[in-house]
């Protein structure tokens, strides 16, 4: 055997380096935009709300049932943000804690104590509407898809 033999079996050419190094980052691109992890942060969070507006609205529920039909304060005609006063109904008998928004002031830190509800604490709204039914609604979800889905529960 010759020098030039002998070495060309020694290592990898530049050319197959390089197209190996395109082939991983074709297949590493692919594969984050299978994975979307923005859609799936999205997700999770819009699924994180209907499971929190669905405890508020159960909380609202027993507090109705247990009151002989009478709704908590501030649960009324106009959609409004869960205020200290509905707080002071459903915590600690109804809810341990009551529930916030991922993206609020709390960061989705359930408040313990009434006296951390502040305006864009919770991040959710109740509302009864003309037949008396409670709706507990999430206005911050987020998009996917480019469609903003609705989230909220009547009962």
Do not use: W
Not at 44 to 72: C, E, M
Not at 86 to 108: F, R, V
Request: aromatic share 4%.
């Amino acid at each position: 055997m010759n020098k030039r033999t002998k070495s060309r079996h020694g290592g990898f050419t530049l050319i197959e380096v390089l197209i190996v190094i395109g082939i991983i980052a074709v297949l590493a691109a692919t594969v984050l935009v299978a994975i979307n992890p923005s859609r799936q942060f999205a997700q999770a969070n819009n699924t994180q709300r209907a499971s929190n507006i669905n405890a508020i609205l159960n909380a609202v529920g027993q507090y109705t049932l247990d009151n002989k039909g009478t709704l908590p304060s501030n649960v009324d005609a106009g959609a409004e943000e869960i205020t200290d006063a509905l707080c002071d109904n459903l915590i600690p008998k109804y809810l341990s804690a009551l529930p916030t928004d991922p993206k609020s002031t709390k960061k989705g830190a359930p408040i313990k104590d009434c006296n951390d509800v502040a305006p864009g604490a919770v991040g959710y709204e109740v509302l009864a509407d003309t037949n008396n039914r409670v709706v507990v609604s999430a206005p911050d979800a987020e998009k996917i898809d480019n469609v903003t889905p609705i989230i909220e529960v009547t009962r």
